[in-house]
């Protein structure tokens, strides 16, 4: 990794070896502020309200729920005011959820430095600092700021968070600062980042970035875009219900100004326009889309995947193309020790003390990790001197003491050790054979190698030559269960899977192949090569690519970029601080629960609680399922609320009397509500994923749908009309005709209901029947029929309104979604 340091600022530093003195350090901290890097902005009730009223639905509801109370109906008012909670508790939940990602950013990063300043060492907060200082950081301490090591004495440094990558990396001193601009990109040996931390010996830092230039300051930058942006699923409801909200309002008008005109008074005028505002005004839509995303995250938890922002759960069912680590998403994430090839004059065991020898417990290294574990006999050596391993070396030396015996011990890459080896050729070749059969099937293989060395010949320096070759251990992480299945799964339903791995092409490709990924042989690519056809403009740089090898997290934020530009829906996953941009980015950003970073699990949409990729396929199918269920809920408050606006409207405008009372569209609401909110909220995903064609936007229903809505909602409307008219006769029996009418629009919501849930759970069974029975029994009991203003119906009447609910269910059929 390299940086570019401008010749200006370089120039600037100066190489004072006493610091810099209080006039530098005004002039500095006036041209580059403050190093803050992570700036929280201040919390309170008042920002969260402030965010919550940008929510025009919030307005929405709070203006309907008014509309009621002036009108009298607290019922209904009350339950809107209620359903105004979750919202509120949802802006308020995301600007928390703000506020604790930055926190976690903010974790990671030292509070204090120690600095030479004026000839002293001074201990001062690291918020303090300015490019120029000098900086002390000691084992164990983060780094505050980025800078270039002038002095170090054996530096080991944790990297992971910025790169992702495990093994520490080996800092050494900058000879000399760069004096042209050819020159000015500096390699990461001489940089220590902010964010970092040293495992081990001592640096003096000349600090170059602070606050949001340093490469930190980058990335928490790029993790604020866009956080309030809304989604597709919002837009697409807000829209829907501002033109239904739009009509209803104009119909509303004039039916009151035809009724003044029709001479009947402007008492009934505006009973009128109060009663078909009732029945007009679409509360139900937000109050489902809540009831629905709370469901969605329950459900999803019980997958295993942890929603942290509810919205997100249209798009997991919309995923086209998944980017995946390997390690321990798609394999268990743990190294195990599966083979043992020592020399002909070499046991087993002393292969295993050679490379124990040279592994350390504290790095954490999971190769160092699963040989101290093999171990069954106690190491007895006296360590001496370590040389680490780096990415850059790709060995690792340990000079001991052994029996009184002063030993070497090598282990690292096969062709690092056995360049530092004498093997006859024969004796190479049949050793090179057998570590790429190994590599082939997908192992993790590394050489180890020895040599004793003379006490008194010997003072220092890592020996490079004449060693004894070992031998080779080769190590696996094995794929997880259920993994192949799911693999499986998103290739039936065409769902794309990018496997993202810093591992060897060679062992990327044997695993891919053993998941399935890919056709028979799956299409590897190095992150370099993609960086590269990506920087020539290439549209098609990752067109058929099945495996990213050697690519480093902090890429990953350029190749979900390409990918959502060649129309992909992309999840992807992450667990680490420089995962973050991509999380942020990508369409669903999936962070890993068990070995994912807070700040990756706080970024992230959806924290995967048993890092297994094969909750990520589960989720997919619950996701689809719940929008969905979505989908036929306003497909049936559509098909339902047509009839009942057009009716309340068309009847009083044409003279008859008003069709409906409020206590009607009372009843009526109450059959609505719980059928759009319960019916198919409990429809659940069968797991299995099948081929959805994808949409370049978030549609709720295609044209042929809508098609089907429209025709359904007239025709009940005319069935509804017809029964009505036919009810009142010349003697306009009112009370007969408004039993009718209802009676036929009732059990044309059940017919609806049934055939959109197809009967799928107990509450459509349950509902189905408490409306048939409440229907009969409010109209057929005199006494209560007479409190609603109803009169009994007949025989006949019953068999009309039947058969008006099957023509309802029939047409329901054709349109529904799949």
């Not at 430095?113 to 690291?126: E, F, M």
């Not at 303090?128 to 780094?143: H, I, K, R, T």
């Not at 390690?327 to 599966?338: D, K, N």
């Not at 197809?758 to 409306?771: D, M, P």
Request: charged share 20%.
């Amino acid at each position: 990794m390299l940086r570019l340091a401008p010749l200006d600022r370089l120039n600037d530093l100066g190489s004072l070896q006493d610091g810099l003195d209080p006039g530098q350090i005004k002039t500095r901290r006036q041209q580059y502020g403050d190093n803050r890097i992570v700036e929280t902005p201040q919390t309170g009730w008042q920002d969260i309200l402030r965010n919550t009223a940008k929510d025009p639905m919030l307005w929405f509801l709070l203006s309907t729920s008014t509309v009621f109370l002036i009108i009298g109906e607290f019922t209904e008012a009350a339950i809107l005011l209620v359903a105004l909670l979750p919202f509120v508790g949802m802006d308020a939940y995301l600007h928390r959820r703000t506020q604790a990602s930055i926190a976690g950013l903010s974790d990671c990063l030292a509070a204090q430095a120690t600095v030479i300043r004026d000839g002293q060492q001074l201990r001062i907060a690291a918020t303090e600092l300015v490019p120029g200082d000098l900086v002390l950081v000691g084992p164990g301490e983060s780094c505050p700021a980025d800078g270039l090591i002038e002095y170090s004495g054996d530096v080991l440094c944790d990297e992971s968070l910025l790169t992702g990558e495990a093994d520490p990396a080996h800092k050494y001193a900058i000879a000399a600062l760069p004096r042209h601009e050819c020159d000015a990109h500096i390699a990461s040996e001489s940089w220590l980042f902010a964010g970092t931390r040293l495992l081990k010996g001592n640096a003096r830092l000349r600090i170059v970035f602070t606050g949001t230039e340093t490469l930190y300051g980058d990335i928490v930058h790029s993790a604020m875009l866009g956080t309030h942006a809304r989604t597709p699923l919002q837009n697409a409801v807000g829209n829907l219900v501002a033109v239904l909200l739009g009509a209803a309002t104009v119909i509303c008008l004039g039916l009151a100004w035809v009724r003044w005109e029709q001479g009947h008074g402007l008492l009934d005028a505006l009973l009128s326009a109060v009663t078909l505002a009732i029945a007009a005004l679409p509360e139900e839509f937000p109050i489902a889309l809540t009831f629905f995303l709370g469901a969605g995250v329950y459900r999803l938890a019980k997958r295993r995947a942890l929603v942290r922002r509810a919205v997100v759960v249209e798009n997991i069912g919309r995923v086209s193309c998944i980017c995946s680590d390997k390690t321990g998403t798609l394999t268990e994430g743990r190294l195990r020790l599966a083979h043992r090839y020592p020399t002909e004059d070499m046991s087993v065991e002393r292969l295993l003390e050679i490379a124990a020898m040279a592994s350390r417990q504290e790095t954490n290294d999971p190769v160092d990790l699963a040989i101290l574990n093999s171990l069954t006999t106690t190491l007895r050596a006296a360590p001496i001197e370590s040389f680490p391993f780096t990415e850059d070396r790709k060995c690792e030396t340990a000079i001991v003491r052994s029996n009184g015996v002063l030993f070497a011990a090598l282990k690292g890459a096969p062709e690092i050790v056995l360049a530092r080896c004498s093997l006859p050729d024969a004796m190479f070749v049949e050793w090179q054979a057998r570590i790429d059969r190994l590599a082939d099937g997908g192992h993790k293989v590394i050489a180890c190698a020895w040599q004793t060395l003379d006490g008194t010949s010997w003072h220092g320096g890592e020996p490079d030559r004449d060693f004894l070759f070992a031998g080779v251990l080769a190590f696996e992480d094995p794929v997880r269960a259920g993994v192949v299945d799911a693999v499986r799964q998103c290739h039936y339903a065409r769902i794309r899977i990018v496997m993202i791995t810093g591992d060897h092409p060679v062992t990327a490709r044997a695993v891919a192949k053993e998941i399935g990924l890919g056709a028979t042989v799956p299409h590897v690519v190095t992150a370099d090569e993609i960086q590269i056809r990506l920087d020539r403009g290439k549209a098609d740089a990752l067109r058929d690519v099945d495996v990213i090898a050697r690519a480093v997290p902090a890429q990953k934020l350029r190749l979900v970029q390409a990918l959502q530009n060649s129309g992909e829906i992309v999840a992807v996953t992450g667990d680490g601080v420089n995962d973050v941009p991509a999380l942020q980015a990508a369409d669903v950003g999936i962070a890993m629960g068990q070995r994912g970073t807070r700040s990756a699990r706080e970024v992230a949409a959806i924290v995967l609680l048993d890092d297994n990729f094969h909750s990520i396929v589960r989720a997919i199918a619950e996701g689809r399922q719940l929008f969905t269920n979505l989908q036929l809920s306003f497909q049936y408050l559509l098909m339902i609320h047509l009839p009942l606006v057009l009716t309340a409207a068309i009847i009083p405008l044409a003279g008859y009397p008003m069709l409906y009372l409020p206590v009607h569209i009372v009843w009526l609401e109450l059959i609505i509500h719980p059928t759009a909110l319960l019916v198919f909220q409990e429809m659940a995903a069968d797991g299995k994923l099948t081929y959805q064609p994808r949409l370049k936007e978030l549609r709720f229903f295609t044209i042929r749908q809508w098609f089907v809505i429209a025709l359904t909602g007239l025709a009940i409307t005319a069935i509804v009309t017809f029964t009505y008219i036919r009810s009142l006769g010349d003697g306009y029996d009112i009370e007969h005709a408004r039993a009718m009418a209802l009676v036929t629009l009732t059990a044309a919501s059940a017919g609806i209901a049934v055939m959109l849930s197809g009967l799928r759970s107990r509450a459509a069974w349950l509902i189905a029947a408490v409306s048939a029975g409440l229907a009969v029994l409010l109209v057929q009991t005199a006494a209560l029929a007479g409190l609603l203003h109803l009169a009994p119906l007949h025989f006949d009447d019953w068999l009309l309104a039947i058969a008006g609910a099957m023509t309802a269910a029939a047409l329901t059929l054709s349109g529904r979604a799949k």
